[in-house]
């Protein structure tokens, strides 16, 4: 049974955007909250076990990213979770007194 028409997307650049957001911004996102991991976590499990993690999250985010439906809520899904897991680096770092 076919699709129904109603729900695919007609427009490229949301076609575009959607798997963009999937392919680039998930990787970028799942990569993220590992090194984000890493630095509350002793880094070298956390590496250890982020080459199979990693592919994990990462399929996580992509079949969230779809069923978002807009293109931009997906870009914006992946930023949120990268500057989430940059706060957290960030607030991870040894202060300098």
């Known amino acids: 049974m076919p699709a129904n028409k109603k ?12 798997i963009s957001a999937a392919i680039i911004g998930g ?4 990569t993220a909250i590992h090194l984000a991991f890493a630095t509350q976590l ?4 956390v590496w250890g ?13 992509i079949l969230f990213i779809y069923w978002i439906r807009a293109a931009w809520k ?3 899904f992946c930023i949120g979770l990268m500057l ?6 960030y607030l991870s770092l040894p202060v300098n007194s």
């Open 49 to 61: 076990t982020a080459i199979f993690t990693t592919f994990l999250v990462w399929t996580g985010i």
């Open 74 to 76: 997906a870009w914006l």
């Open 7 to 18: 729900y695919l997307t007609t427009s490229l650049w949301a076609k575009f955007g959607k």
């Open 42 to 45: 002793d880094p070298i499990a």
């Open 84 to 89: 989430i897991s940059v706060a957290v680096i």
């Open 27 to 30: 990787f970028l996102a799942s």
